[in-house]
């Protein structure tokens, strides 16, 4: 067999595939729950981001070099014992380094492991293929994954605080509270709207790609 | 009549396919079917001729809806007066009210009809005239006080998520007015609860009476000042107390409701099951009596707040309510038990009306398929027992 180059067409197809048309949040509609619960704030979004695609990478890559000796029958078991721990090793990395953070994030972390993307990606790629591409692969769905989180934690942090990354953006000036004419939008800061931002980019993307249009 | 016909008929062809307006087509076609008959009639089949199109049925709700909002325009004033403690003529009240409503009818039209207007032309649709009745009701369910900017911000959010995104007038899910002011309710809090913000002018602060709080009957029954005396029960009556600015008239509404049934365009099942559903929560409340508000006289509970309001022009929306005769009877009833409870329960809802009816809202398709079943089941079952017998 010709020895294929690391960052092939293939290769790179499986990494910004997940970003646009094959986005796991946006078009397999998987990791809501998390999406919806970290995105109040960008800094958390971020960290959450970076937390998921870590773990999906490594996973797929252990997955995928275990992937001849697991017995199919137990597989999901072993699936979940090389995430866990990967997850704990995320988390107490957190705990060290970024310790506000991590209390923000609070469950959510342990809560990687029943993220479907980690399991889904697995399952449906890891399983049947080499190391590098499920590296890569891993690599592409975290970052897919991270950027819906980033552009929800962008707005609702915008609108719902005036912040980003925790820095003033909109001046207190312009508040109602100051005598201005401005105040920040409760709404956005509620679970819903989340769910409502997120749906707002499946339809700007489904209007600009009309193959993810379902007949 | 005939040269408004005569310009029309004039203007029509630049509007047509390859006129140099046709890009405007539909917004051409919006108008000249809200002054006339639409001009194009269906051809085959078997169609029921009646001249109440959508458009007219949506006029007779406008038409419903004025005794509130001219009776509520007035209010604002004359509770700003009241509130400041000078005394003024009619029209110096009723031009201080209408210096707060029209502002809030303007932009709540502008901004609902853009949207509509610019959707329409995009997708290359009629544009559809539910928004007449909407862009009326918005500004009635909120308080005077409310800044324009959210007014906007609220009205693009109901057309847009509201409506446009489950494919327009007639496929939304959820009443778009109440979604407009749910989205201020959970937005901006601060602008549509409290004391202060339902007479005109009051959150200002300044040259306020000594002892005039702003405090609704539903914010007084909240803290437990009950119960109101006669006199107070005849204003709420009447509606001369602060609240939104449709609401707040009982008298004023069941005006409104007696054309609506009188013409058949509202449900009068859903209005009567709506009361009915909220004068049997209040006698419930009034037999277990634990506190001063569960001991509050249930028909008081019909005139207080946005109930009545809700009842015959929130309720009774065509689109958003149960469609099957028994299914309006339940989902008006609900909506009055709900409504009751949660304003008597829950402390952090003084009113529970939009709610109730945004619950409801979404239990009403879930209604309907029940009553249709039910009804199959039923007739199932007599053509076996007819079988059988044969």
Known sequence: ?215 | MKATQNFFDKIRPDFEKGGRLHFLHSTFEAFESLLFVPKTVTSSGCHVRDAIDLKRTMTVVIVALMPALLFGTWNVGFQHYLSVGREAGFWSIFLYGLGKVLPMLAVSYIVGLGIEFASAQIRGHEVNEGFLVSGILIPMVMPPDVPLWMLALATAFAVVIGKEVFGGTGMNIFNPALLARAFIFFSYPSHISGDAIWVAGLSGGTGVVDGFSGATPLAKAMVGRLPFSAMEVEKIFWGLIPGSIGETSTAAILLGAALLVFTGVGSARIMLSVVAGGYLAGLLFNAVGANAYMNLPAYQHLIMGGFAFGAVFMATDPVTAAQTKSGKWIYGFLIGVMAVVIRVLNPAYPEGMMLAILLMNAFAPLIDHCVVQANMNRRLKRARQAAQKV
């Open chain 1, 1 to 215: 067999m010709e020895k294929e180059s690391l960052f092939s067409a293939k290769n790179l197809k499986l990494l910004t595939d997940p970003l646009g048309r094959s986005n796991p949040v946006t078009v397999l509609v998987l990791g809501v729950c998390s999406a919806l619960a970290v995105t109040v704030k960008l800094e958390p979004a971020v960290v959450m981001a970076i937390s998921v695609t870590v773990v999906i990478a490594v996973s797929s890559v252990v997955m995928s070099l275990l992937r001849n000796t697991i017995p199919n029958r137990i597989r999901i078991i072993v699936q979940l014992v090389v995430v866990s721990l990967l997850v704990i090793l995320v988390d107490q990395v957190l705990r060290a380094f970024a310790y506000d953070v991590s209390k923000q994030l609070s469950v959510f972390v342990g809560l990687i492991i029943t993220n479907c993307i980690v399991m889904g990606r697995i399952e449906a790629f890891a399983l049947g293929n080499k190391p590098w591409p499920s590296f890569v692969d891993g690599i592409g769905n975290g970052l897919g994954y991270g950027l819906i989180l980033v552009v929800v934690g962008f707005v609702r942090e915008l609108l719902g605080s005036g912040t980003l990354w925790g820095y003033r953006i909109i001046p207190s000036s312009f508040y109602i509270a100051n005598g201005g004419v401005y105040e920040n939008n409760g709404l956005v800061i509620l679970p819903p709207m989340a769910l409502i931002l997120l749906g707002i980019i499946i339809w700007i993307q489904r209007s600009r790609n009309k193959n993810l249009v379902e007949s």
